[in-house]
């Protein structure tokens, strides 16, 4: 198997793993550091490497992710051969996360970059998970020079308390 194939079920792999892997169920924000990004999740986080082809290339996917009060939060980075590469790579990976949602429908979310991105995408999808349940995504790439971080969020149902506390306040040095 190759090509996004085996991407989607790698990924699909990962996501089901941090599903599996739940943390307390209340809202217990901490700040945690993926490469050179500090964001924030509600849980403690496990922690996954896997080797991804995006940009026509082998990359080492690393990702953080955690299950509180219903929904799977989870911090993604990869870092490109270039900038270019790196652009590639958002839409590649953009297209991969609505096919793991079963959904080519998406709309774009409201969302304030930070100032230091490059690039920055965010947007809103209603799909299924992978045992086939109705599920909404907050999917955010952001990519700063040759560095791509994707930040996710889904639930049965989301709001506003839940994705904005994940989605502000992200630092790099």
Known sequence: MTGWSAVCLRMGGLLTLAALQACTPALNW???????????????????TR???LAATPLDLQMMGCEADGALFAISHVRAQ??????????????FALQALRTEASQPASWQAPAWATQAVSLRAD????????????????RRGADVYHLAVYAETLTESI????????QTP
């Open 30 to 48: 901490r700040q945690v550091q993926l490469q050179d990004l500090k964001a924030r999740l509600p849980c403690k986080a496990d922690t996954a």
């Open 127 to 142: 799909g299924q998970n992978p045992k086939g349940q109705p599920v909404q995504a907050r999917l955010t790439w952001i």
């Open 163 to 170: 994705t904005q506390p994940f989605l502000e306040d992200l």
């Open 51 to 53: 080797p991804v082809p």
């Open 82 to 95: 270039d900038t270019e590469a790196a652009t590639q790579v958002v839409q590649q990976w953009r297209a």
